[in-house]
């Protein structure tokens, strides 16, 4: 894997998160913050952390932060700073800056002082709720598009002992099964002669009403 450089600016909930996942990964990870109490108990989860004020150019020049592949704002309630940080990462020509927004206003004006992807937490996880309830043996999604995602589900009990060409997915439930996940193994483009196993999970691609239908295959 390719170590890149990353930079949270925002320790709080959500940059604590991103940053602790990155660095388990091994990445290089710088956090910043405003509040130096939040720097020091970064300490633990970060490869390096620093108090500055990202909102002021000279804070953001002296930590290099043109070094880096990619600036994470994490500011959480102060929209203001959020916004004036990510225009100021702009300028200094970060190539990658991924913003949170609270929420489509927001969203919108980072979108256009230059926020590369725009993460609106809370109605992420609120849909990703809602969807699992839609589709109980999910365990995974990608949504590729409004209509269409790739998902991770568990295979119905009856299915069991079967191959493709028999359960015959395509034509009964119009999604298609692009790998299988046995273990810590994975079976990537199964062949039609595949026999599918109690404990495997099928990702799958198709349109999210037919996968959800299949989901809920007891
Ligand atoms: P969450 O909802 O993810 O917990 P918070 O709003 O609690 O988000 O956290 C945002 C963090 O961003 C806080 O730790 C705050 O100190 C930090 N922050 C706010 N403004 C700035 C700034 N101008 N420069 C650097 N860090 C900032």
Same mark, same amino acid.
């Given at each position: 894997m390719t170590i890149n450089q990353y930079a949270i600016i925002g320790l709080g909930r959500f940059g604590v998160s991103v940053a602790r996942r990155l660095h388990e990964a091994g990445q290089q990870v710088l956090g910043i913050d405003i509040n130096e109490e939040r720097v020091e108990d970064a300490e633990l989860y970060v490869t390096h952390a620093v108090v500055a004020d990202t909102t002021e150019e000279k804070a953001l020049t002296s930590i290099g +932060? #043109? *070094?880096?592949?990619c600036v994470i704002v &994490? +500011? #959480? *309630?102060d929209m203001q700073s959020s916004i004036l940080t990510v225009s100021l990462l702009k300028e200094l020509g970060i190539k990658k800056i991924i913003a949170k927004a609270l929420g489509k206003r927001h969203g919108q004006v980072l979108d256009k002082v230059g926020a590369d992807w725009i993460i609106y937490p809370e109605r992420d996880m609120g849909e990703r709720v809602a969807n699992q309830l839609l589709s109980p043996n999910m365990l995974n999604y990608i949504e590729l598009s409004k209509d269409y995602s790739i998902e991770e589900i568990m295979i119905p $009990? /009856?299915? &069991? *002992? /079967?191959n493709l060409r028999d359960l015959d997915l395509r034509a009964k439930y119009n999604v298609s099964v692009i790998a299988i996940v046995r273990g810590v193994d994975i079976i990537i483009s $199964?062949? $039609?002669e595949q026999l599918i196993e109690q404990e495997d999970i099928l990702v799958m691609i198709g349109h999210r009403k037919d996968i959800a239908q299949f989901s809920n295959i007891e």
């Open positions: +932060i #043109g *070094n880096f592949d &994490a +500011i #959480g *309630n $009990p /009856k299915m &069991a *002992n /079967k $199964p062949s $039609p």
